[in-house]
């Protein structure tokens, strides 16, 4: 079938594919969401990289939150979370999350995960942030590639069609407004229609829009402003976490993670002056506060002039036996090896990265957005982990909000498979105008990256963000220059990079609290994070704002 | 920032009919890996440059390329002035992108048992080794045997091991180990060399897979007579002449004064094929003063066996060499043959110190011979270069012995893993790939210091072929009858 712009009879696209459940993303959401949605048949995945090459989960390293010990349970993770998160979680998400966290380590270790065990053959577990039990799994410290490997390998016995290398660029919706599938590009920069009775949307986080981020090349956003282009509602859009432990050098890759299980194994950290400085932040619980405790206070000791002249403060292992280091910690020895530094016998420097985002598409239980048609799960969802996520929580989060996404996606009805020709037209329309564009992507990349560290970072006032704001309109604005068919997608890439900046500038202006990740030095209210009366940020094509909550005084 | 050049391979399949290589300049921070420079090439040149790269640290697997013709992964190698990039040994899509998907669609599966459990921690630590795979395929790139069989890949026959040791698959793993050219592979190493997780895939996958097979009598017929050879006779290498244990006494004494001594660990081939040699390297310990302790009690090394899984025979192989260089209170054992010397010092726990003869004469120092008048060039044996880590001893022993010295690209010849005599038409492909870099280079001889390879390449090429040993001998023969001729 060919679909063709009516009023010119122009041919639109010329492959389209037909699916009950299109799954966009290959990471650990989007993998787990097909495999659940393939019970219910006919199910495509569309991955913008080769599968298990793209995204997140592939390089987490630490760990999955699960109660598995009964000396654990499941009211203290929920407790952990919700404290961890500085109660804007969604309790009903939190919900979900850590009872069947449980159910979705055993789906792995049954499709075979090589997770590290005790002696007595149950998955071990590490101390991680936040928490007050150790029940962070973990494959070394390459958990998330072990889930990703395990994930894939249970895909390819489903008769999931995956394609790779096909980058979506926008939704595609129904007459009556319901998103019905998606327009992609695929390698040569051909685009290809999919038209679904349900998508799910598990394009993962987006912290490429910030100078110094952990995120791969693949975390640029996507999911966030093609949900915001199709009506979809975002909340906390302004949670970002900074994970406290990025590499500082060599330069190019600053910002590289450094696992919080460096410190969940007993790592320490010291400013210039060997202070171990967490004793002035959070005595109780040290380097194991929270993430976003931890990263404040190493960017408080640099600003305050006593980090390291790369800008750093030290994190070190050096008292730790050797084996232990090159068992738990193999991809951190490897990595900084590469960079000339052993870390069995120097300490590390590391300093905040833009890691995380906690905000995202409103989604309820069922993983359904505020779009008929349209599920989310993933990073790409907000409301899990409130102002502040668990270290460990997010691939539980992947596996938790997979399975829900894609059950309830394969269980939808099926739609007309009808498609708003005038949509897909106003995308192939963008395409063709970056023929004749004159600004590099390049350049409006690396000027968005710039303005977002520096004036959208870990603190923050209004007149920077509203500068920012400024800024990313200014850069959205240009128009952007594909030099051939297959640099299209660049251009698309940075200019969803430039909405979900503007998405996380516009929610930052809009609370004017201090909760967990975000920090308005000029924050014009004090508040506690159990009693505080604000709730989410909210933002869509339609309206923008923050709720008020009612609290128990 | 700095300004470096480096020269890139494009290739546009609309456009060109072949990859051409075009050089840029750039500027890149202190530090810069390959693939920040190719990111600068791409901003600052041409936005069109076509490569992959995602995690940008060293743990998703999509950006390997050849920098100067070895694979690397771009975002861990550090960028160099005057380095080339080219994309992998597999079929190019657009200049630096490659096709994976059909090698990865080759990596098995696990098939989990409905009544799958954990596997306990022993079993996860056997696994865990070879699970480290990020699928970059630099493996896959490099791998020799690739280029002239159906050999599924390095990391493919990983997978079937890591698949083979956990208790929760069921699948058949050695048959299809086996269907994927499991008695391919030369054990050359390259794959482990290579490798950004450096596993060793030869070590740790094929040689324990190869195990499994012979226990379920898959062994190749031609593998499993070699095994039956040593079990009757203690070799590897039937008795056709003299052997060279027969011709020598228990301890050669040097000519001049004693400067010191190793016991020899002579090998199969030395022994029963070209004692010859092993002779003439007598010769040459003699006239470098150093004894050589010969016990004529030794056996095979084990390592035929070792490479085709044939292990149950090995213990005892490996009990009696131990015990007949110990027993004489040997402290230093010296191995001529490259394959010998690996499994020495790789798969005994010996109580005295194995060496290489080029790490002895090197390390003594040798009187010099007169230069040859000869072009040489040198093969790397696997076995010896990354089997042992010696490369510039044997070169450093060359250059004195010859007028000139050449290199040659290094790659396996082929003989080794049991290849030659299990699969003898990929080691006679791999061999012809040596006779044409033989010709490319142009040598009068080539030299190395396994008696596999010299056999094997001897074979291949119409370039004579010689030992290091035999060289050196030559090059003392010559200064003894030019001194002779001036007096």
Known sequence: MVLYNAPTNKMLVDEIVDAHVLVIGSGGAGVRAAIEASRYGGVVLVSKTIAGKGGCTTMAEGGFNAVLRDEDSIQVHREDTLSGGAYLNDPALVDALVREAPERMADLVRWGAVFDVTDDRMVAQRPFGGQRFPRTCYAGDRTGHEIIMTLLDRLDATDTQLYQEVSVLDLAKDEDGAVSGAIALDRDGNPILFRADATVLATGGGTQVYDISTNSAAGTGDGFAMGYRAGAELIDMEMIQFHPTGAVYPYDARGRLVTEAVRGEGGILLNARRERFMERYDPARMELSTRDVVARAIATEVLEGRGTSRGGVYLDVTHLPAEKIETRLPVMLEQFLTYGVDIRREPMEVAPTAHHIMGGLRITPECRTTIPGLFACGEVAGGVHGANRLGGNALADTQVFGKRAGEFAGKAPARSGRVDPARIDGVLRMLDGFSEGDTSPADVRRDLKLTMWNRAGIFRNAPDLSAALGDIRELADRRLCAASATNLLDCCTVRNMCTTASLIVRCALLRPENRGAHVRRDASVTTEPATSPFGHTYISLAHAGIEQREVAA | ?487
């Open chain 2, 1 to 487: 920032m700095k300004t470096i050049t480096l020269r890139i391979s494009r290739f546009d399949p609309a456009a060109d009919a072949e990859p051409h290589i075009e050089e840029y300049t750039v500027r890149v921070n202190e530090g810069a890996r390959v693939l920040h420079a190719l990111h600068a090439v791409r901003d600052e040149h041409d936005p069109t440059l076509a490569y992959r790269y995602c995690c940008g640290s060293g743990q998703c697997g999509s950006c390997a390329v050849r920098v100067d013709g070895t694979p690397v992964l771009a975002c861990m190698a550090e960028a160099r002035d005057g380095m080339m990039i080219e994309p992998l040994d597999l079929p190019i899509l657009k200049d630096l992108t490659v096709d994976m998907e059909p090698v990865i669609a080759k990596i098995a599966r696990i098939c989990p048992a409905p009544d799958a459990a954990l596997p306990a921690r022993e079993e996860i630590a056997a696994i865990k080794p070879l699970r480290d795979c990020i699928e970059c395929l630099c493996c896959v790139s490099a791998c020799p045997a690739l280029q002239v069989t159906e050999f599924a890949g390095p990391t493919v026959l990983r997978q079937e091991m890591r698949l083979a040791l956990d208790p929760r698959d069921s699948g058949d793993r050695i048959t299809d180990a086996i269907e994927k050219g499991l008695f391919y592979c030369t054990t050359c190493k390259r794959c482990v060399e290579v490798c950004p997780k450096e596993i060793d895939v030869p070590g740790k996958a094929i040689e324990k897979l190869r195990e499994v097979a012979n226990r379920r009598g898959l062994t190749l017929p031609r593998h499993q007579e070699v095994a039956r050879l040593v079990q009757e006779t203690g070799r590897s290498v039937e008795r056709t002449k003299t052997t060279f244990l027969e011709e020598v006494p228990e301890v050669i004494e040097p000519d001049g004064p004693v400067r010191g001594e190793v016991g020899f660990f002579v090998g199969c081939m030395f022994n029963g094929r070209v004692p010859q040699t092993a002779l003439d390297a007598m010769e040459v310990m003699k006239r470098n003063g150093i004894r050589v302790i010969v016990p004529h009690d030794q056996v095979c090394c084990g390592s035929p066996l070792i490479r085709t899984g044939q292990t149950s025979h090995v213990e005892d192989l490996k009990r009696k060499n131990i015990e007949a260089f110990a027993r004489r209170g040997i402290t230093t054992v010296m191995t001529i043959c490259a394959g010998c010397g690996a499994t020495l010092k790789n798969d005994y726990e010996t109580p005295f110190e194995v060496k290489d003869v080029t790490e002895i004469l090197t390390g003594y120092g040798i009187e010099p011979p007169a230069k040859l008048d000869l072009t040489a060039t040198y093969h790397d044996p696997c076995h010896l270069l990354r089997g042992q880590g010696i490369r510039e001893q044997p070169r450093a022993l060359l250059r004195e012995a010859v007028r000139e010295f050449v290199e040659m690209p290094s790659q396996c010849c082929g003989a080794g893993g049991g290849v030659r005599s299990g699969v003898p038409e990929e080691a006679k492909a791999l061999g012809a790939k040596r006779d044409e870099c033989v010709k490319a280079t142009g040598p009068d001889v080539v030299v190395t210091v396994c008696p596999f390879c010299e056999f094997h390449i001897a074979d291949c090429t119409d370039v004579p072929v010689k030992n290091l040993v035999t060289v050196l001998l030559e090059g003392y023969k010559k200064k003894d009858a030019e001194q002779k001729g001036s007096s």
